[in-house]
Each structure stands twice: as structure tokens, then as C-alpha cells.
């Protein structure tokens, strides 16, 4: 049972994606006599993250709120099947997404051209999300859950429905994937540009707004609590643009998505070196956006913007 006395801060729950620790994580909320979650991860994590909840003395009952930043399967493929343990829940999504948890077929259908048969085994069970459990999220709302305020700020350049939140309260904000990839006891930030929706435009701005709350800390799905939030921003801006210029220059050469997924991945891993020069810290920083979607991103930005670049042979 939740207890008067317990923690206020918020309890990063580690979901152990594809038995990796620190890749995704899903964050909890406590205080009066009610729990929230925000970010469900991935179907395939749920029995991971049933366990946490166990671990931190949450039953199934005190489960009321359940906020997902955006709607991609590492986020919030497991709403619908989290929605069957939490019997007094209901999930918060962006108007825009909401479409895609009441019916994720077309997500689905998306996801399985990428991945084939690695579906299962990366996203596990996906399950609809009953309408009359879900509640549709506004710009700048106010939401009260687990003895906090919660305001949504619409941060698309991402995804187009990308939503953060800001605990008033304290200032912090629950970034999900518009403040980057940075593992814990990292200090490289790694841009997660994966198509369809890459605007950087409109992610500039979204930067923008996080950067003029001058909040003390973020929450990063991937992964953790991070301080030192200016410095943050400004090297993840630096990166989405390096990437840009590098991507658009190979794609003037008529280079093929794989090879310009060794240039970036070379350009990234170089630098990811200098300061963590351990292999494993590589793979989890992967393992949160693999190069080659980060590539497809920004190759389908890029196009919209070039209608004239060169289609390579392996394209065709």
C-alpha cells in the first residue's frame, strides 16, 4: 500500500528492454493514496515492469493514471495490455496519437514492415486501448494525478504526437524522445530521428520551450533523471544538426541508406568514445534508436525539402 510517508520523488523503473539495463524506463508517481506511470514501454516489458511495481509496494488498485508521451512501441505498446492489471487506470495521450491506441492496426502494420519477424520478440503483445479509458491531451493542460500538478507541453519535431510534462511543482520535466537518448552516467546526448514524422523546424521550437522553463532536471525515457539541462539541449540541437548536414551531403553523393548509416554511425560512435569508451555503453545507446532508423528519418525529411537529390541504384 502507498504510504503518507512515502518517497515524493519520482521512482525510475528500469524495464530491462531485451534484458539490457538502463534503455527504457517507465516512471513512478506516489502520493496521495494513488499511483501514475508515465511511459508504459514496450508489451514485451510489462511482466518487467509489473515486477517493479510489486518491488516498490504499488498494487494493481492504486494504479489510476497512466501518461505516454508519444504513441511509438517503445513508449506505449504495452498501454492497452498495462490496461488489463490496472482495472481503476485510464491512459493520457496526445489528441493526436489518440487514434493509434484505440486502433494501433495501422501502427502495427508500420512496425511489422521494419522489424518482420523480430516483432514478437521486440514489442511483444499490442493491444487496443478501449476508448472509454483513454483521455485525449491538449497543449499547455493541467492534470492532477498522484498528489502533483502535470502540465502537457506539445513538443512535436519528433513525432507529430509528442507530448512532455511538466511537473509544476518542481519544474521537472518528463521529456520522452524530444530531449534525445543520454544513458545514465553519460553525458552524451544521441538525437532518436526515426521516420516518419522528423521535423526539425518544429523540433527547434519544441527545444525551445523546454529550454525557457530553465527546468532543474529532465526524465528521459531513455534513460533517467539528468541534471545540467542547458548544456543538454544545446549539444542535442549540435547533433541534429550534424546529422542533417552529414545525411544530406551523402545523400548529394548518391550514397544508399546502409552506407550512410556506417558514415553516422561512425561520425557518432567516434565522439560516444571519447567519453565512454566501453562497447556496451555503444549498444545500449543503439539499442534506443539503431542508426539506420535514425537515417530512414532523416532521409525522409531531407527529400521533402531536396525533391531533387539523387535516388541511388539500390533504390530504385
Not at 508517481?29 to 518487467?48: H, K, N, Q
Not at 498494487?59 to 506505449?76: M, Y
Not at 548536414?245 to 548518391?254: D, I, N, P, Q, T
Request: glycine share 8%; net charge negative; proline share 6%.
Amino acid at each position: 500500500m502507498i504510504s503518507a510517508n512515502e518517497d515524493f520523488a519520482p521512482v525510475t523503473l528500469d524495464l530491462r528492454f531485451l534484458g539490457q539495463p538502463g534503455v527504457i524506463a517507465s516512471f513512478l508517481l506516489r502520493g496521495e493514496d494513488e499511483a501514475a506511470l508515465i511511459e508504459t514501454g514496450p508489451g514485451s516489458s510489462v511482466p518487467v515492469l509489473l515486477e517493479g511495481l510489486a518491488q516498490a509496494g504499488v498494487t494493481a488498485e492504486e494504479v489510476r493514471h497512466i501518461l505516454v508521451t508519444h504513441v511509438h512501441l517503445d513508449h506505449a505498446g504495452g498501454a492497452g495490455l498495462l490496461l488489463h492489471h490496472f482495472p481503476n487506470a485510464v491512459l493520457y495521450v496526445h489528441e493526436v496519437g489518440a487514434p493509434h491506441l484505440i486502433d494501433p492496426s495501422r501502427l502495427v502494420a508500420s512496425a511489422t514492415r521494419i522489424y518482420g519477424s523480430l516483432m514478437d520478440r521486440l514489442w511483444g503483445e499490442i493491444l487496443p486501448v478501449p476508448s472509454d479509458r483513454l483521455i485525449r491531451l491538449a497543449d499547455r493542460q493541467r492534470l492532477r494525478v498522484a498528489g502533483r500538478t502535470l502540465e502537457v507541453l506539445y513538443t512535436p519535431g519528433h513525432a507529430k504526437h509528442h507530448a512532455a510534462f511538466r511537473d509544476l511543482g518542481t519544474g521537472t520535466i518528463f521529456a520522452g524522445d524530444v530531449a534525445g537518448s543520454r544513458l545514465e552516467g553519460c553525458t552524451y546526448v544521441r538525437p532518436l530521428t526515426p521516420p516518419p514524422d522528423l521535423d526539425l523546424e518544429e523540433w527547434d521550437r519544441s527545444l525551445d520551450l523546454l529550454a525557457s522553463f530553465q527546468p532543474p532536471a529532465l526524465y528521459l525515457t531513455h534513460f533517467g533523471r539528468h541534471e545540467g539541462v542547458a548544456e543538454h539541449l544545446d549539444e542535442l540541437r549540435s547533433h541534429l544538426r550534424q546529422w542533417e548536414s552529414l545525411v544530406l551531403a551523402a545523400l548529394r553523393a548518391g550514397q544508399d541508406r546502409s552506407a550512410i548509416a556506417a558514415l553516422l554511425q561512425r561520425s557518432g560512435d567516434e565522439e560516444l568514445l571519447t567519453r565512454h569508451a566501453d562497447a556496451e555503453t555503444i549498444a545500449r545507446y543503439e539499442s534506443t534508436s539503431a542508426y539506420t532508423m535514425n537515417v530512414a528519418g532523416y532521409e525522409r525529411y531531407l527529400r521533402r525539402r531536396h525533391p531533387n537529390l539523387p535516388v541511388p541504384e539500390t533504390s530504385r
